[in-house]
């Protein structure tokens, strides 16, 4: 598996849930002798807009919710879409900005998933129609009907 695919996680609490591989560890590390993946994701998906709303209500349910976590590869199917580079906010990826050391203490996580939450609803609020990628970051964000 690559940076950039889009996964769908299979097990634990965001069972169901779409995240993209941030950076992957075939051999496993120290703390963790198995292969797994940094994963970033939509916990909370956007809610559907009309016309009619206001465009406070707009704002409001056109957020996202992300989440960053370690993930096992036997609890993530991939996808066949890839958005490698499509997360990119003022010439950051993800993979520059989340790294397996800001998982460790409380505020550190925070502010790091306060950095993604910005990185997705700019994404999501201003798609790019001009790029070939767009359906993926499209599927990325929809929710997941089964």
Known sequence: M?????VI???GRRAGKKAVIVKTYDDGKKGKQFAHALVAGVEKSPLK???SMSKKKVE?????????KSVNYNHILPTRF???GEFAKDGSEL????AEDKLATKESRKSL??????????RYNHPDSSKEK???VDFFFKKLMF
């Open 2 to 6: 690559k940076a950039g695919r889009v």
């Open 9 to 11: 996680l299979l097990a």
């Open 49 to 51: 807009v009309t016309k």
């Open 60 to 68: 409001r349910r056109s957020k996202v919710t992300p989440f960053v």
């Open 82 to 84: 890839m958005v490698t």
């Open 95 to 98: 993979k520059s900005i989340i």
């Open 113 to 122: 998933k306060r950095e993604v939450r910005s990185i997705f609803n700019d």
């Open 134 to 136: 767009q359906p993926a």
